[in-house]
């Protein structure tokens, strides 16, 4: 017999619990969108409903997701319908919103000064269409108002800039509304991505979301999870994907890393987050592992690093005792080893931040991650094959992710970039040269250049 210990008062502790969830990602590799590739992506995701749980209900799920590059047509589309007029470069965040009409309206207003403090402009409010005949009971109880929001940048600001002064409103404005609402809950504000999840079985989420539905929503790139809770109980915020990332496995190193985070955050200055201050904590300490990782990730990104340096930062391969291992780049990841210990595993993430589609294993490699690419040039990933149908005249190449390995499509280009090719691109230009320089000078033994950042012996010891 199992015994449940989650209805047992007292002896439920969350760091037993274990993850099994489904991910991949679904990309046409030179960025061509089409409805067909987010119909592929609901089929994957409903592929893997064996990798989540499901309520005594039988329609409440753990939670599952897509992450969508921004489907331009089909937004600009259902403004014109509703009257908000977009301008060249807009954003559009999905919101949980507390059921309480007042508390809901408090929040909404906090979001629009934020924005506004931010020099962005309103551009209006959508309430988000949805079919609660999906739910369970447990889903539906516990199920927010589902709103998009349509922000307008100034003419002269750059996506960059436009991006980091959404996640700054954000942040202000997330501080303040968890005081007193802790239904609110932003899902993605983006000029890039927009977050379609929820406590659904996955083969119901096009149900329960009728945007997914219409042919007009198009992508290239769509990101997908399918949850089992791992650390937390199930709730509406913590489906997956997250703003970034989709994460399978464990963070069995969670707490130290939340704490260093938050213990060092004082160090993170950068003039892209002048106030810095202002949107402290770093890094949830109340959410999953996986939402952690994923406030980090975000923060070294619009803190100005690219989504490699960054992901690589946080999960290094396991390079300490690989003598064949070119000395830039243990160099490389020396360097970065002394300011961020790693978030270990066992843990696979995709993630994308609206240009790259990427996957990364931890350095234990216990997650499984395998690729299809076909003629017409998508490529398929995820936890497990079978996920979509492919005939084998039409598979073009195939593999998978070895430990601590990253593999990414830059959907601007076509290219696909491989584990190699990443390092090259990550050696090319990095601040770790200057401290190369000196270095290599001091710590240089007799045993040649491949050890040059081991520290000399004492032999006295």
Known sequence: MTRDYRCTTGLYRPQFEKDSCGFGLIAQMDGVAGHALVQSAVKALARMTHRGAVAADGKSGDGCGLLLKKPDYFFRRVCAELGIALSDTYAVGNLFLNNDPQTAGRTKSLIE???????LRLAGWRRVPIDTSTLGAQALNMLPVIEQLFVNAASHVDIETFERQLFIARRRAEKQARREDPVFYVNSLSSRLVLYKGLVMPRLLPVLYPDLTDPGLESSLC????????????QWRLAQPFRLLAHNGEINTIQGNRNWAN????????????????????????DSDSASVDNMLEVLVMG??????????????????????????????????????????????VM??????????????????????????????????????HNAADVQAKGRLGPGQMIAVDTSNGELLSP???????????????????H?????????????????IDRKS
Not at 309 to 337: G, H, K, V
């Open 263 to 286: 213990a060092r955050s004082h160090k993170f200055n950068t003039p892209l987050i002048p106030d810095i201050d202002a949107i402290r904590p770093l890094v949830t300490g109340d």
């Open 223 to 234: 990101v997908f999870h399918q949850r089992f809770s791992t650390n937390t109980l199930p």
């Open 440 to 456: 290599k000078t001091t710590l240089e033994t007799s045993v040649g250049d491949r050890d040059y950042l081991e520290p000399p």
């Open 304 to 349: 100005g690093m690219d989504i490699f340096l960054a992901t690589r930062m946080m999960m290094p391969p396991a390079w300490q005792n690989l003598d064949s291992i070119d000395p830039d780049l243990r160099a490389f990841y020396e360097f970065y080893s002394m300011h961020m210990e790693p978030w270990d595993g066992p843990a696979g993430i």
């Open 420 to 438: 190699e090719r990443i390092h090259e691109r990550l050696k090319k230009r990095q601040p770790y040269k200057q401290w190369l320089k000196v």
């Open 113 to 119: 000064k934020e924005l506004a403090r931010q020099g």
């Open 352 to 389: 994308t931040d609206g240009r790259f589609a990427a996957c990364v294993l931890d350095r234990n490699g216990l997650r499984p991650a395998r690729y299809t690419i076909t003629h017409d040039r998508v490529i398929t990933l995820a936890s497990e094959t079978g996920v979509h149908d």
